[in-house]
């Protein structure tokens, strides 16, 4: 996952894009000590505000949700009565 996000860092400064950009994450705590997912969490907290990224991630981790202001924090959930 560090490389990914490295990656798109790159990219972005390559681009010269100073412009929001949008990185979506799935289940990353996954295989990570809770430690380990406080650090995560914060350093995805300073790499949004450093280089204008939005972040969504999913995750079940209390160690990674106690870390997320209240107001930035979605629950998505699917209609399931059929409905738009």
């Not at 894009?17 to 289940?27: F, H, K």
């Not at 204008?52 to 209390?62: D, Q, V």
Request: charged share 20%.
């Amino acid at each position: 996952m560090l490389s990914f996000i490295n990656e798109r860092l790159k990219f972005k400064q390559s681009r010269s894009n100073s412009n929001c950009s949008l990185m979506i994450i799935d289940e990353i705590e996954i295989a990570l000590h809770p430690s380990a997912q406080e650090r995560l969490a914060k350093f995805l907290h300073e790499t949004s505000a450093k280089y204008n990224f939005c972040i969504y991630f999913a995750t079940h981790s209390i160690q990674i949700i106690n870390h997320i202001k209240p107001s930035k924090i979605f629950h998505l959930k699917k209609n399931t009565e059929g409905g738009s």
